[in-house]
């Protein structure tokens, strides 16, 4: 049997648990979508999400 490939789609810090029980288990991740980097702070510089830090 073929194993099962993954796209993963999640962006707030709540997707991150499902994420990691998914890479923990051993399923292959072949992507993983989430919203781009926002500009937060003072200076404006792009902050990556929660899924992107993985």
Same mark, same amino acid.
Request: with cysteine; proline share 15%.
């Given at each position: 049997? @073929? +194993?099962?490939?993954? &796209?993963?789609?999640?962006?707030p810090?709540y997707?991150? $648990?499902?994420?990691?029980?998914?890479? @923990? +288990?051993?399923?292959? &991740?072949?992507?993983?979508?989430?919203?781009?980097?926002? $500009?937060?702070?003072?200076?404006?510089?792009?902050?990556?999400?929660?899924?992107?830090?993985?």
């Amino acid at each position: 049997m @073929a +194993a099962n490939t993954i &796209i993963f789609m999640g962006t707030p810090d709540y997707a991150v $648990p499902s994420l990691d029980a998914l890479l @923990a +288990a051993g399923f292959p &991740i072949a992507a993983a979508y989430c919203q781009p980097p926002r $500009p937060a702070g003072r200076g404006k510089q792009p902050r990556p999400t929660a899924v992107q830090r993985r």
